[in-house]
């Protein structure tokens, strides 16, 4: 059984720093590329960082390029998301997903549709 648990939200004052976690279970981790993405209260879930199944490539979002780092330990089947310079707008529920990637060592995946697994999210709140 495949499981992603994402951990380490919670509320923040702007400007300050969060680390969240995302350890997945039941798959061959390195052989899966992981993305992170959000879902504030009426909006679209939004793709936010992404890294390959080698942890070689990384790509963010515009909206958190510079502010946002992914990093990966396949030793430890985890994913970390380091968030900085929070603001109001990072508000939302995260979420970590995973899909098999066979060949492509360096690929990443900015499509929510292009993941077969999902946590069940971890609530980032930002007060301004």
């Known amino acids: 059984q495949v499981q992603l648990v994402e951990s380490g939200g919670g509320l923040v004052q702007a400007g300050g720093s969060l680390r969240l976690s995302c350890v997945a279970s039941g798959i061959t981790f390195s052989t899966y590329a992981v993305g992170w993405f959000r879902q504030a209260p009426g909006k679209e879930r939004e793709f936010v960082a992404a890294v390959s199944r080698s942890g070689s490539s990384t790509f963010y979002a515009d909206s958190v390029k510079g502010r946002f780092t992914i990093s990966r330990d396949n030793a430890k089947n985890t994913v970390q998301l380091q968030l900085d310079s929070l603001k109001a707008g990072d508000t939302a529920v995260y979420y970590c997903?995973?899909?098999?990637?066979?060949?492509?060592?360096?690929?990443?995946?900015?499509?929510?549709?292009?993941?077969?697994?999902w946590g069940q999210g971890t609530q980032v709140t930002v007060s301004s």
């Open positions: 997903a995973a899909r098999g990637v066979t060949y492509a060592l360096g690929s990443y995946y900015t499509r929510s549709t292009d993941y077969n697994y």
